[in-house]
Nanobody, 124 residues
Framework: QVQLVESGGRLVQAGGSLKLSCVAT????????MGWFRRAPGKEREFVAS????????YSADSVKGRFTISRDNDKNTLYLQMDSLKPEDTAVYYC?????????????????WGQGTQVTVSS
């Protein structure tokens, strides 16, 4: 049974930093691309960042480029999202997801397994 468990979300002031983690069990973590998505109140889920199975290729949404960094540790079956210079508009539930492919893309349909999410709230 595949499980993705996110952690690290909390209330933070604008301009602050957070690091989210996602621990994966039940799958060969190093074989698949991974991604982070988010859903803000009243909005649809949107892509944040993705990473290839080796970690050698990453891709970020324009809205977070230069502020958020996706990474992974295949020895620990863990995906990370380092978030810096946080803005109130980054407030959302953040989800990690595992791709069916070796790379990660911005298309949510490519992702098979999803975590339950972790809440990030950025106050102004």
């Amino acid at each position: 049974q595949v499980q993705l468990v996110e952690s690290g979300g909390r209330l933070v002031q604008a301009g602050g930093s957070l690091k989210l983690s996602c621990v994966a069990t039940g799958l060969t973590f190093s074989s698949y691309g991974m991604g982070w998505f988010r859903r803000a109140p009243g909005k649809e889920r949107e892509f944040v960042a993705s990473i290839s199975r080796s970690g050698g290729n990453t891709y970020s949404a324009d809205s977070v480029k230069g502020r958020f960094t996706i990474s992974r540790d295949n020895d620990k079956n863990t995906l990370y999202l380092q978030m810096d210079s946080l803005k109130p508009e980054d407030t959302a539930v953040y989800y990690c997801a595992s791709s069916t492919m070796s790379y990660g893309s911005s298309w949510s349909g490519e992702y098979e397994y999803w975590g339950q999410g972790t809440q990030v709230t950025v106050s102004s």
